[in-house]
């Protein structure tokens, strides 16, 4: 897959992860994390994805065990909300 389609498809799963934690996700742990970027394989079968939170060192370390717990639920919105082929794994 191409470089373009490679970075579309970072841009969208970026904007729609901000949105969902944002608006839906209800996790304590997630009230205070912002996505600062999204890179996804050339393959689209994986995204990593790059955030910061507040409280320091124990305030990000909890909020990556929210997002990692969240994952599944959060891949499952994504695949709802976006057209692609194979929505990429978190």
Same mark, same amino acid.
């Given at each position: 897959?191409?470089?373009? $389609?490679?970075?579309?498809?970072? =841009?969208? !799963?970026?904007? /729609?992860?901000?949105? %969902?934690? =944002?608006?839906? !996700?209800?996790?304590?742990?997630?009230?205070? #994390?912002?996505?600062?970027? #999204? !890179? #996804?394989?050339?393959?689209?079968?994986?995204?990593? !994805? $790059?955030?910061?939170?507040?409280?320091?060192? =124990?305030?990000?370390?909890?909020?990556? =065990?929210? %997002?990692?717990?969240?994952?599944?639920?959060?891949? /499952?919105?994504?695949?709802?909300? %976006?057209?692609?082929?194979? #929505?990429?794994?978190?």
């Amino acid at each position: 897959m191409g470089k373009k $389609y490679q970075r579309k498809v970072s =841009e969208l !799963v970026h904007i /729609r992860l901000s949105d %969902l934690l =944002e608006r839906k !996700v209800k996790d304590p742990r997630l009230d205070m #994390v912002t996505i600062t970027d #999204v !890179v #996804v394989t050339p393959d689209a079968s994986r995204a990593d !994805v $790059y955030f910061t939170a507040m409280g320091g060192e =124990e305030g990000l370390e909890q909020a990556q =065990e929210g %997002l990692k717990s969240a994952a599944g639920w959060l891949r /499952r919105e994504l695949g709802q909300q %976006l057209r692609l082929r194979q #929505v990429p794994e978190l």
